[in-house]
C-alpha cells in the first residue's frame, strides 16, 4: 500500500540570530510526554539557533538503560514510565558530552480536543517526576556539574501558549543567553512544527484507515498513552499486530477532518448528544487530562469507525491515571460490537510468553467476527454522507 | 546489665546474651517445630537460671517473624529484621557489599552502596514462596533419604547438574522424583539443589545489581551446607569475571565469600547491638509471666477463635448441593463411547504437557469417543498413538478436518495435516461456550497448573495462565492426601465428614504445609485439615494464582473444568466461594472437564470444513509412516538463561519443510523441528540464529502493513527531518 508522501521540504530561512549558538550540545531525554510535544522542541531549538546535529535525544528506554544509567537513581515507588526517566537522564549525562539537559516539566498539553473539554492537564507525576529524579542526582554529590552539563527544567503549560514565552525565556536566559523576542519567536516555530507534523500524522492515519475501507480489512486501533509507543514501555504489543498482518493506528493521531467527524459523529450533533464531534461530555464528565480526553474520544472513535474492528488498550502498572478509565472505554468499545482487549500492568519486563498467547488469542477472534463487526457499523451509518476514499 | 538479643524466625528461635563490654556470654539456635513461645519461654527459663538475666534490670530486642507477639508479651523492644541484620554486618564486616541471608522459609538479600556516612542499603526479600529457601533443600534432602548430617558435608563442585526447579520448591519435589526414577546418583541431585538454590536468589533477589565482594553468607543453610557455600563461591567468582568486577589484589574466592562463624546470629547480634546505641531504659526485660499464659491459656483460646465449621452449614444444604452436582462431576463416569458405525468424523487433539488427548466428533457437534495417553514427551509419538487408536476404532470412515491445539500446535498442523491450530484458549473457550453458550467464565483447574479464561460477546477477552506455582493445583491436594494415606476418591467424602476446619493460610504450596503440621500440632485431625485444604483452594486458584480481585467485572456464570473439578468437595468449596464473590453466580461444571482443549480445536475444524467442504489431513497412514529423529545433546542445551535446559530436538521429515541450516544441528530441507524439554516459552526459540530468523520474517510483514507509531519512531525525534 502507498503510505509515505513525500516530505514537505521546507525551504531554508535566511536567520541571523543575535549570537551564535551552533556550538551548543542539547540533550532531552524522549520521556513521558515529550512522546508529544517532540517536534516543538526540535523547531524551538533550532529557531533558537542549535543546529540539528546538536539537537539529541535519549535512546528508547530499556531495562538495560534502566539499571545501567537509572540504578539508585530513584528515590521513590512510581510507575514505571516516571522510574524510566532516571535511566534517560543518566544516559544522556554520561554518554552524550552536552552543554545543556533539558528536563521540560510539562503541566498542560496542546491538544486537538481543547476547547471541547475541561483542560488538557498531564498527569501531575509528568511535571513532577523532573523534580523527583532530578533529586537522585544530586544526593552523592552533583551529577550534573561533574559533567560539565546545565541542567535546565522549564515549566511549561502548552493549554495556554501565551504564557509559553515567558516559561522558557526565564528558564533559559543565561544558559543560552536569548533575549524574550528570540524566544517568543521560537516558540512560535516550535509551535507551527508540532502542528505541522500532527497534521501530517493524522493525514497519514487517514491514508491507513482508507486503505482498509477500500480493501474491506480489519484495522487495530491501540488506545495509550503517548509514551507507550516507546518499545520500553509499551514492549512494541502494538507491532506484533502489525507483524500479524494488521495495520495498527494509535487515538493520538485519528483524523479530524470535517467530514469523517460528520459522518461518525454528525447523528449524535443532529440530534443534540453532543455539541460537536470532539465533545466527550457524554460519556467522561471531569475531562482535565488531556490524554485521558484523547483515549475517551479514541474509543468513541473506534465504536463509529466500521473498520476497526478491534481497540487494544495499553495501561501501566499502578497507573491512577488509567484506573478509571478502563470501564468507560470498555463499554464504549463492546458496546458497538468492537471487539476490546486490555494489556495491563506493564512494566520494565516485556511479558513475552503471555503476550504470545494473548495475541494469538486476539488474532483468532478479530480473523473470526471482523467481517460482521465492519457490516453492523456500517450499517449504523447508512444514510449519512460517505466521506472520500471510504465509499464504493 | 546484661543485653539479649532474640531472634525468633520460622523454624528456628536464636539468641546471643551480651555483657557490659559487648562480649558474647552465651548464645543458642535451635529449631522450635512451629512453638515458637514455648522455646522463647524456655530460652528465658534458661537464661534466669544460668546467667542471672534480670527483670526490671536487664533488655531485650527481639526480631523475627514472631517477634512481634512475643516481644510485647516480656517487654521487649522490636527490630525489623533486616534492620538487625544490616546493622550487625555494618558494624561488623564495613568492607561487605552484598549479603544473602537464606532462612528456613525466607530469604533475604543487602546490597550495600556508598562508603560512610552516605553508605546506603537496597533490600530484596522473598518470604512468600518458598522456591530456594532452606525448607526446600531441606525437603527434597529428606525425601531421598540424607540425614541432616550427611547433607551438610554434601558438595557441589564436579558433579554433573541437573535441570531442578528453583521457582518452586513443589515443583522442585517433582523434578527430584524424576530425577530419581531416572537413576541420578543422589550426590549429583543435592548439587542439582545447591544450583538452584543459588540460581534462584540470584535471579529473583538481585533485580539487576551485581553483587560485590566481598560477600557475606548468612542463616542456616548458608552455614550447614558445605555444597551451598561452594556454588555461591563458583557463581559469584564467575559472574565477576564475567562482569569485569575489580577483585581486590591477592584474595581468593574463600577470603572474598564469607561465612562467618556467627553466621546464625547476626539478626540477634543486630538486636544486641541496636540496644546498645539506645537510651537504656529501652526494651527492659519484663518477666516471663505472660508469655507462661499465652503458652498455657492464650493460644489454645485463639485456637478455638481460629477455626470455623465444616465445608457445609446443614445436612440439608449438604444434600442439596449433591443432588445438583454429582450429576455433574460425574457425568463422565456414565458416560459410554458411541457404538454405532461411524462414517465421517472430526478430529480434535490437544497436546498437552501431561497427557495427549483427541476426540472423534460428529457433523452435528456430538461427541463420538475420545482417546487419551500420557505425554511420552514425544510429540510425534503421542501423535502416531492417538491416531492409531483413533483408526481402530473407526477403520474407513471419512475424516472430514482435523484441529489441534497445545504445545507445538503449528508444527503438528502441518505434520499430520490438520485444517487449524488453535491457541489453547480459544480451543477452550470455543468447548465451553458449545456447551454453555451465555457463560462469562471458564477456571481449569488441572494437576500442574491453573488456567482462567474470561469471555465476552463469544470472545476470550483476558486469561490467567499459572504453571509457575503449584499453589492451587490438584498436584498439591493429592500430594497432601497421600501423605496422609487417603487414596485420591475419597479425598471428597472425608473432606465432607469433618464437623469444624482449621483456616488455613492462602498462598505458597510449601508454606501450606508446613501450616498443615502445624495444625496436626494444634489437634485437627486428617479429614479436617483435608477440608480446609478444600476450602482454602478456591482462594488460592483465584485470588494467589489467578490474580483476580474485582469478581463482579467477570460475570455471573462460571464454568469449571479440569481433573481437580472431580473433586465433590473442590467443586463445593469453588461454588461457596463464588457466590461469595458474586451474590447471583451460576456456576457448571463442565460436562467433558478432561477433553475440553480437544473438543475446542475439533468444533473450530468442524466450522472450517462447513466453510471450505475441504480437508488437508494427510491420511492415518503418512502419521503412522512419520519419520523422525531426536537429538538430545550439548548443541539442544538452551542458552537463553542460566538454567540451561537440556531441550531435546525431534526433527521430523515433511515434504515442504525449510530445514535449518544455520542450526548447531543443521537440518536439511524437507524437514522440521519441534522442541521438547524446555521448561519456558523462550526454549521454543533454538537459538539467536533462529530470533534472527524469526525477526527478519517479522520485518517483512511489518514493511507491508503500517503502524502509526513505526512513523513515530522514525520521523517525531529525528532532528534532521524536516516537516
Known sequence: MPLLS?????????????????????????????????????????????????????????????????????????????????????????????????????????????????????????????????????????????????????????????????????SLKEALDVTYDEVERAVREGLEELKRFDQKMRKKTREILEWCAQNNRPCILILARPYHMDPGIGHEIDAEFQSLGYPVVWGQYLPTDEDLMDWLFGADVEAGIIKSPFDISDVWTSSYSSNTNEIIWGAKFASRFPWITAVVRLSSYECGMDQPTYTPTQKIVEASGTLYFKFGDLDETKPSGSVKIRVETIDYYVKKYSPRIIERKLKRLEGRRVPGGFGE | MLTLGLDVGSTTCKYVLIDEKGEIIAKTYERHNTKQAEKVLEFLEKLEEEHGFTPGRDRVYITGSGGGLIGELIGARFVQEVVAVSTAVEKLHPNVRFVSEIGGEDMKTIFFHGEGDKKTRQVFMQSACAGGTGTFIE??????????????????????????SSKCGIFAEADV???????????EIIASLFEAVVYQNLAVLTKGNTPRPEVLLLGGPNLFFKGLQEAWRHHLSRLWEERGVPIPEGKSPEELVIVPENALYYASLGCALTAMSEPETYGLYAGKDKLRWWVEEGQHEQKKKEGRRGLWKTREELESFRSEYEPQVFAYRNRKPYEGDIEEVVIGCDFGSTTAKAVCLSKDKEVLFSVYTLSKGNPIEDAKYLFRKIRERIGDAKVLGVGVTGYGKDLLKDIIGADVAIVETVAHATAGLHFFPDADCICDVGGVDVKIIILRNGAVVDFRLNSQCSSGNGAFLQGVAERFGIPLEEIAERAFSAQAM???????????????????????????????LCYVLPQNVWIYAGNITNFKGIGRKFILQGGTHRNLAVVKAQVDFLKSKVPNAEVVVHPYSGEAGAIGAGLIALENWEKTGRTRFRGFETIENLVYKSTT???????????????????????????????????????????????????????????????EEMERVRKEFPNVAQLIHKEAFNTRVEV
Not at chain 1, 115 to 134: A, F, Q, Y
Not at chain 1, 162 to 170: F, G, I, N, V
Not at chain 2, 139 to 158: F, H, N, V, W
Not at chain 2, 177 to 187: D, H, I, S, Y
Request: charged share 25%; with cysteine; aromatic share 10%.
Open chain 2, 139 to 164: 525437603k527434597s534432602a529428606r525425601k531421598l533419604g540424607i540425614s541432616p548430617e550427611k547433607l551438610s558435608q554434601m558438595g557441589y563442585l564436579g558433579y554433573q547438574l541437573h535441570k531442578v
Open chain 2, 633 to 695: 545433546s550439548e548443541d539442544t542445551v538452551c542458552r537463553w538463561c542460566p538454567i540451561e535446559c537440556r531441550r531435546t530436538f525431534i526433527d521430523v521429515q515433511l515434504p515442504g519443510g525449510k530445514g535449518r541450516p544455520w542450526s548447531k544441528v543443521p537440518l536439511p530441507e524437507g524437514w522440521v523441528r519441534i522442541i521438547v524439554n524446555n521448561s519456558c516459552p523462550k526454549g521454543l526459540v533454538e537459538d539467536k540464529n533462529e530470533l534472527k530468523a524469526i525477526k
Open chain 1, 6 to 170: 513525500i516530505f514537505r521540504k521546507k525551504t531554508a530561512q535566511g536567520c541571523d540570530y543575535r549570537i551564535d549558538r551552533s556550538h551548543i550540545k542539547v540533550g532531552i531525554p524522549k520521556f513521558l510526554n515529550v512522546w508529544s510535544t517532540h517536534r516543538f522542541w526540535i523547531g524551538f531549538l533550532k529557531a533558537l539557533g542549535i543546529p540539528a546535529k546538536n539537537i539529541v535525544f535519549s535512546s528508547d528506554t530499556s531495562e538495560e538503560q534502566y539499571r545501567e544509567f537509572g540504578k539508585g537513581r530513584i528515590g521513590m515507588d512510581s510507575c514505571y514510565p516516571v522510574k524510566a526517566l532516571a535511566g534517560h537522564i543518566g544516559e544522556l549525562l554520561t554518554t552524550k558530552k552536552l552543554d545543556i539537559l533539558l528536563v521540560p516539566m510539562i503541566y498542560s498539553l496542546p491538544s486537538f480536543l481543547k476547547g471541547h473539554v475541561m483542560d488538557t492537564l498531564s498527569c501531575t507525576r509528568v511535571p513532577m517526576s523532573v523534580e523527583n529524579i532530578k533529586a537522585g542526582f544530586l544526593k552523592e554529590g552533583n551529577e550534573f556539574e561533574k559533567h560539565g552539563v546545565k541542567f535546565l527544567n522549564p515549566f511549561v503549560s502548552f493549554a495556554e501558549p501565551h504564557l509559553l514565552p515567558k516559561q522558557l525565556y526565564e
Open chain 2, 502 to 532: 482449621p483456616t488455613l493460610t492462602m498462598g505458597c504450596g510449601v508454606f501450606l504445609q508446613s501450616d498443615i503440621v502445624n495444625q496436626q500440632r494444634k489437634g485437627w485431625n486428617a479429614d479436617e485439615i483435608l477440608a480446609g
Open chain 2, 177 to 187: 522424583n524424576t530425577l530419581v526414577k531416572a537413576g541420578v546418583p543422589v550426590e
